[in-house]
DNA sequence: CATGATAGGTTTAGCGCTATACCTAGCTCG
DNA sequence: CGAGCTAGGTATAGCGCTAAACCTATCATG
């Protein structure tokens, strides 16, 4: 069908290696004259080598899956900031000449299948808990660079890139209470030992400790990810709680879910009660008023996440510490001192 | 390194071929107990085929590609809507055991080069220019089942899935004259003979037309689809045409923009002026007035462009029509009657 | 001048799978 | 009862490529 390697080296009159290791660029094993030669034809016929015969022979397939949970018959639900991540790895992996394929993964199994069938390279894992990462196994992992993001896990099977969730907590709280805020809510996902949510968790609780503020667990809630639940839980606040002055949330979403719930309980945001998000999305500032939010650095996430794979592949040992990336609060309209 | 279909054979004490046979359901050539028992050791030993192998020698991959266009150095924008789109296919795909491989193009060649190179049996192309589609050649095709999203090129190589979006713009129009407006704008992206927004003026025109509403050139203007952009032309509109008292907009987004940008102005939407915009976007419901628009039917989408696709693998011929996909205004908050 | 090196190749042996042709025993049927 | 079919397999020949071993002329070197 294609032109072939063997077509090449007929129409140059080498042999077929030679014509391979020139489209590799093997530098050593031919003159300059007949590589120049054998480019020549390459671009004038067109040739472009077969990924799959390569990766059956050379036992590398220059393919990275990017493997993101699924319900067994739902469509993947790629939220907008993780999006921005895939469009960066997809960026950074095609430079280096690597492809990326994109998988969800519903049963636990399909991990080790999806590895295996492909001959991936490296994984990117997105939005897996740290326990499904924790049960990695090394026969299934075999030589794959694995990349969990935003994991703490710890299985070392797995190279680990996240933002610096403990210190976006308290970049927020700590912000609140400079402001003069000391009923500070806090507001997220049901979270378990370890994970993204827990540190922040951890972190408005150790600045609440540092400034001597009370922790009250009644402050607390488990509040899904969605607009839908942010707005009612807004509400709640402003029928049930009117001694918190300010809400730290663990997502933009959750926080524009709250600033409307309060405002359409008659509570104003920020004259009244203060609302942080966190990721910086898009909508942060398409809303009235524009949300103060903690960002992550995600081009230097999808940067690091390839660049460690890069170097596994490379046979480097994975790191002593898994890379954690600096984030910043921006300052926009949510927060504002308590009412006197 | 894993277990392949020759190991199986030996511990069944039969030839290859049985095995292959017995893994790919092929019912006529074996015996239901020799079956079982292979398959029983396929389990067992956790055998999970090669896919670079059986691309290359079946000559067919059970790959999908997903091509974006992408500039050079810059990583890939997905826009939210198109977002769902892929998490849609994904699961589509993934159901009929297909793969799906995501990847930017930055050079015209770069869509052969992938087609070829992984052997791909279908690919879609997402928001590609209907130019773009034109080019393609038979040659660079091949027998590669292509879905071109949202184009309006007619190529007989490529299968169409789009959504009304002439239609689109006649709903959102309608409306607004229903309304009792009678200056009406057009912003949108720049537009060439075909495509998405030239659909979307032309049944902007005629809805005028229809009505006897004169068509006004000043009233069409160019907007990259950009918040920033929008709230631009909102306060732009709100300074130099205070005539206008409605807009229709080919994109969330712009709307949004355009709606502050009145607001800033000084200008209440939707008592002074009406908008309304395009894709039902998630956004939509966050911002303050809720925005009026036109959505789509995402999931009819990726389903429709599987559809298509699957058809054309299994040798059916191209279907007369492009497919076009219904669509619906969403009333919100952003349209009311013009001021008296 | 024998002795390596080295540059510039070539040859061989698969990678794991599928398409296709082929084989054989047992059965049907005019 | 022999031709022909079928069920249930097997054998062979690649798919397009690469790793690794091998070959040979040329040249520098002690």
Redesign the pocket.
């Known amino acids: 069908?294609?032109v072939?390697?063997?077509d090449i080296a007929a129409e140059a009159g080498?042999?077929?290696?030679?014509v391979?290791?020139v489209?590799?660029g093997k530098q050593?094993?031919?003159?300059a004259?007949?590589r120049e030669r054998i480019m020549r034809i390459v671009k004038d016929r067109g040739y472009v080598?077969?990924a799959s015969?390569?990766s059956?022979?050379?036992r590398s397939s220059r393919l990275v899956g990017l493997l993101v949970p699924a319900k067994d018959e739902a469509s993947l639900t790629i939220d907008p900031h993780t999006v921005e991540v895939v469009g960066m790895l997809e960026r950074e992996l095609r430079r280096l000449d690597y492809h990326l394929m994109l998988r969800g993964i519903a049963r636990r199994a399909e991990i080790t299948e999806a590895l295996r069938s492909w001959n991936l390279d490296g994984a990117v894992l997105l939005g897996f808990q740290d326990a499904e990462i924790d049960r990695l196994k090394p026969d299934a992992v075999g030589k794959v660079a694995m990349v969990a993001m935003d994991s703490y896990s710890e299985n070392p099977l797995a190279l680990e890139v996240r933002s610096d969730d403990f210190g976006g907590a308290e970049l927020a709280v700590r912000h609140l209470v400079s402001l003069g805020h000391r009923r500070i809510a806090f507001a997220g996902p049901a979270f378990s030992k370890t994970g993204v949510v827990r540190e922040r968790f951890e972190g408005y609780r150790k600045v609440l400790a540092e400034n001597k503020i009370e922790f009250d667990e009644s402050l607390v809630s488990t509040v899904d990810i969605s607009h839908q639940e942010g707005e009612a839980h807004g509400r709640w606040l402003a029928a049930e709680r009117p001694d918190v002055t300010a809400v730290f949330t663990t997502a933009d979403l959750l926080a524009i879910g709250v600033v409307e719930g309060l405002a359409n309980a008659g509570r104003a945001v920020p004259q009244e009660v203060s609302v942080i998000g966190y990721d910086n999305a898009d909508i942060a500032v398409y809303v009235t008023p524009k949300l103060t939010t903690v960002a992550q650095d995600l081009p230097g996430k999808a940067a690091e996440a390839v660049r460690l794979m890069m170097d596994r592949l490379a046979g480097k040992d994975r790191p002593e510490q898994a890379t954690t990336l600096q984030v910043r609060l921006v300052e926009r309209e949510t927060a504002a001192p308590p009412p006197a």
Do not use: D, F, H
């Not at 080498?14 to 030679?18: G, I, K, R």
């Not at 050593?28 to 003159?31: E, F, L, N, P």
């Open positions: 069908m294609g072939t390697l063997k080498v042999s077929l290696m030679t391979s290791n489209v590799n050593s094993r031919v003159s004259a007949t080598p077969s015969a390569r059956l022979a050379a």
